[in-house]
């Protein structure tokens, strides 16, 4: 199951990428304004700080299909390596993924609101899926339930097609679409770090370390334990 960063900021990601097991970077075009850098070069560095292999999504800003086709070309070729492009699944944005899968061009099917318009974008050719698991639950929805519905749509039809949950507003919604049957999941880097959190492990530890120092001192560490 993927996990990845929703965010720009190169500094969040240069800590997530040293800490945890972190699979790629998507931005939007929300995302990448916060930062006010210049596109291409904070894309470029973005790439940089998360190597060669691992997956970065850039969103298209065009409407129609065939501007958003030569955008996902112009992304592709000035980015190069592992790039996926976001296509919001309008009429518009189903055509131009069937055109870029024909075109060999990995897309993300964006702004997933229902498991139809999945349905749509897997069929299309995309290579992922992003319900908006928070915004669905914001119009009085059950984002959970969508991502449920999708994976179990993409199962019983062997849609290969990955789901990639998106817009999350706290880590039970992670936790339910991973129970869900999600692929990936991506969310904003204080997210992410909350995954980790629980006031629990910080005591453990303090305990064991509590423990083992009454016994062996202070300033033991098992590297200093002679055989
Ligand atoms: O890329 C989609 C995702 O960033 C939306 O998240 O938190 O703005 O609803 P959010």
């Known amino acids: 199951m993927q996990l990845v960063i929703d965010s720009a900021n190169i500094d969040k990601i240069k800590k997530l990428i040293e800490f945890l097991p972190i ?9 990448i304004v916060k930062e006010q850098k210049p596109f291409f070069p904070m894309l470029e560095e973005i790439r940089y700080v998360i190597g060669e292999e691992k997956e970065l999504f850039v969103q298209v800003i065009a409407t129609n299909a065939k501007d958003m086709v030569e955008e996902a070309k112009y992304i592709c070729k000035v980015l190069g390596g592992n790039v996926l492009v976001k296509i ?14 024909r075109e060999g061009i990995r897309t993300l099917a964006t702004t997933i609101y229902t498991p139809v318009n999945a349905y749509l974008a897997a069929k299309a050719g995309a290579e992922y899926v ?13 984002g959970v339930k969508v991502v449920t519905e999708i994976t179990e749509v993409f199962s019983r039809h062997n849609l290969s097609c990955k789901v990639l949950a998106a817009s999350f507003k706290n880590v039970q919604q992670i936790h339910n679409v991973c129970l869900a049957g999600a692929h990936g999941v991506t969310a904003a880097p204080e997210l992410i770090e909350a995954l980790v959190e629980h006031p629990s492990i910080e005591e453990n530890v303090e305990k064991f370390r509590k423990d083992w120092f009454d016994q062996y001192g202070e300033e033991s560490l098992i590297l200093n334990v002679k055989k």
Do not use: F, H
Not at 23 to 31: A, E, F, K, L, W
Not at 92 to 101: D, F, S
Not at 130 to 142: E, H, K, Q, S
């Open 23 to 31: 699979d790629g970077v998507t931005t939007n075009p929300s995302i």
């Open 88 to 101: 919001p699944v309008t009429m518009e944005g189903i055509k131009a993924i069937k055109q870029l899968k």
């Open 130 to 142: 992003a319900p908006y698991v928070n915004r669905i639950d914001n119009l009085t929805g059950n």
